[in-house]
Structures are given as C-alpha cells and as structure tokens.
C-alpha cells in the first residue's frame, strides 16, 4: 500500500510539469496547425524597410524569413511593427509568435524569449564626427563628459549600459531611424554612436565628410537571431532547421550578398563542413 500511495504520489506531482510543457509548445502546435508564422517586426533598413506607399515590407531578414517559409511550407505573416523598447511586448501575450527584425542574441534579451541560431552575423562600429582625435582607446569614451547616442532598447543602449556606463546619453525613441541616430553624432549633440557597419557604410557615402568609424576593427559582431516565446523549444528547433538547410544550400549567402553593399557588412555562419576545391 505505501508504494502504491508513493506512486500516485509521484504521478500527481509530475502532472504540472507535463501541462506546462503543452502549454509552452502552444505557438509551435499553432503554428504547425494553421501553417502560419505570424511575424513582428521593426522598420530598420537594411534588416527590414516598408514602402510608405503601398505598405510593403522587404530588407535582408524579410527575404530570409519569407524562404525560410518556403522551406518549412508555412506562410510569413508581418502581423505587427513594433518599435526596439518594445519587442516583448506581444510576445507573451499571443499577439505574434516571433520578432523577425534581426535583433542580437544578448543576455538581457534572453529574459524575454528564446532564440534561433544566428542567420548572420553583423559587424558594428562606434561612429564618430569625421577627424575626432580625442578617443584613444575604448576607455576614453567611458567618461562622465562624453556622450553617446542610442536608441531605446535597441542594442546601442544595451552596449552602453555594459560597456560604457560612465558616459552619458542622447537618446532616442524605439521607433526611431538609425539615421536619426547618426545625424545626433553629425549635429554634436553626441559624441558617439554604436550602428552596424552596413548602416555607417550607407550613411557615410550619402553624407561624405561627417562622420567615420572609430578604430580599424568592430568594438562588436553580434548574431542576428529570430526571437520566440520563452520554453518553445519546440518552434526554435522547426526554425532552425530551416535556417540550417539555407545555410548548407548556399541560398543564405545568396540573399546576403544582395544586401552586401560593402565587403565585411554582413558575416556568414560558419559552415560544418567544407567541400574540396571551395
């Protein structure tokens, strides 16, 4: 008798571990079901643009996310833009099952959700007005009298708040452009700016003579990840392994390069293998 009272113990206990492994897969069953993705995204060209004309969306993680569609047979819906302080936001409400804007895997972010593999990987730079002679090394920005530039949860905040905590701020909304941001360094009313390197590149050849990236390589190169509900384990790896045949297919490369308007902008995963003679 007392085994089998342990027994139906033990048995009633696991019960809600099994419902909450259910209810975690929730957007993965959804998903599978009505073999939709239901996207969040936030406009920051060249990860994704929209046409204000006719609404349409496309930039580098829209043409990623639109084959790796087609791989998995399942439709791309661009539910909702969100602006960069707010991607959690309708995460875990249901309102969308994945921001697909290309964000960076950082620790701080894991606490709202899981990631997929990186799709690619992204050079950034500190940006500064062109001939600034002040800045030595990466200390010398981390100072009370310096500041820099960021935009509201997007990953130059987050850098800042890491890494240069001494500085001050000018920040800007999370629905901002990254040009705006750009053009905060260019007036003077920063010093400094962290953007990705296809971003610069694109502003610096529009705006010769204004600004010029500090240092000869990247303070960071960050992996650009889709992020999902936290415990879809489920839905990452169903993600990833359309990431993966993309990846060994040389499909994801060819979308990359049409983005790679500057050699080193964008960074490919390394592959598992390498066939002879490439």
Not at 108 to 135: C, D, I, Q
Not at 246 to 257: D, F, K, R
Request: hydrophobic fraction near 40%; charged fraction near 20%.
């Amino acid at each position: 008798m007392r085994h089998t009272l342990l027994a139906i113990l033990v048995f009633f206990t696991a019960l809600p571990a099994f419902a909450s492994d259910k209810q975690a897969n929730g957007v993965y069953d959804r998903v599978v079901k009505t073999r939709t993705l239901r996207c969040a995204y936030t406009i920051y060209p060249p990860f994704i643009a929209k046409d204000t004309a006719t609404g349409e969306i496309s930039g580098l993680f829209h043409d990623l996310l639109e084959q790796m569609g087609k791989e998995l047979g399942i439709k791309i819906v661009w539910a909702e833009e969100i602006g960069s302080d707010a991607i959690f936001s309708g995460l875990g409400t249901g309102r969308y099952d994945a921001v697909c804007a290309g964000y960076f895997s950082t620790p701080s972010r894991a606490n709202g959700g899981n990631f997929t593999k990186p799709l690619v990987f992204v050079p950034t730079y500190l940006y500064v007005r062109k001939g600034e002679k002040r800045f030595h090394n990466l200390d010398d920005f981390n100072k009370p009298g310096v500041k820099i530039g960021t935009m509201d949860g997007e990953f130059s905040q987050i850098f800042k708040n890491d890494r240069l905590p001494l500085a001050g701020e000018v920040s800007l909304g999370g629905l901002s452009s990254a040009a705006e941001r750009l053009e905060v360094v260019a007036t003077g009313k920063a010093d400094a700016t962290l953007i990705e390197a296809a971003i610069g590149n694109e502003y610096m050849a529009h705006n010769p003579g204004k600004l010029e990236p500090w240092g000869i390589a990247p303070v960071h190169i960050g992996g650009s990840v889709v992020i999902l509900p936290h415990g879809e384990y489920d839905l990452v790896a169903y993600l990833n392994a359309a990431i993966d045949s993309l990846l060994y297919a040389g499909t994801l490369e060819n979308i990359v390069q049409k983005y790679q308007k500057s050699r080193g902008s964008f960074l490919l995963p390394m592959q598992p293998y390498q066939t002879e003679g490439k």
